[in-house]
């Protein structure tokens, strides 16, 4: 038997089934995986290591232009640092200041930012 993505796709039931007793313990070697779709969310079932997608063809574009434009509107767009106004390329997403220690300054700044000051950690 060939394992591929087409017949992955079709035979979910049959793999979960074989996942199942995986976990189990029936069966542990079985090296059958459990995974997220990258594209679409979805489980997946599969027993192709390198697996991303539930079906390339399907979601594997998709994933990818999602990934690129997360990357595009996010990680290496520079912003301004909200305590001392210098621009900076955030390492996070979510990063909203240059440095530690002006992080630091905007929480003994104000009561209000102490919740978004215990998330932001640059480390
Ligand atoms: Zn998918
Ligand atoms: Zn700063």
Not at 42 to 64: A, D, H, M, P, W
Request: proline letters at 2%; a positive charge.
């Amino acid at each position: 038997m060939i394992w591929n993505s087409e017949w992955e796709y079709n035979n979910q039931d049959y793999l979960k089934a074989k996942y199942e007793k995986k976990v189990s313990g029936e069966c542990p070697d079985l090296a059958v995986r459990k995974i997220y779709c990258k594209g679409c969310g979805r489980v997946f079932y599969t027993q192709i290591e390198t697996k991303k997608y539930c079906l390339y063809s399907l979601c594997g574009n998709r994933g990818y232009q999602k990934e690129l434009k997360w990357r595009r509107k996010y990680a290496r767009q520079d912003r301004t640092c909200q305590t001392c106004g210098n621009t900076f390329t955030p390492k996070r997403s979510d990063a909203k200041f240059c440095c530690n220690a002006c992080r630091q300054k905007a929480c003994r700044g104000s009561v209000t930012n102490k919740a978004s000051c215990q998330v932001d950690n640059l480390e």
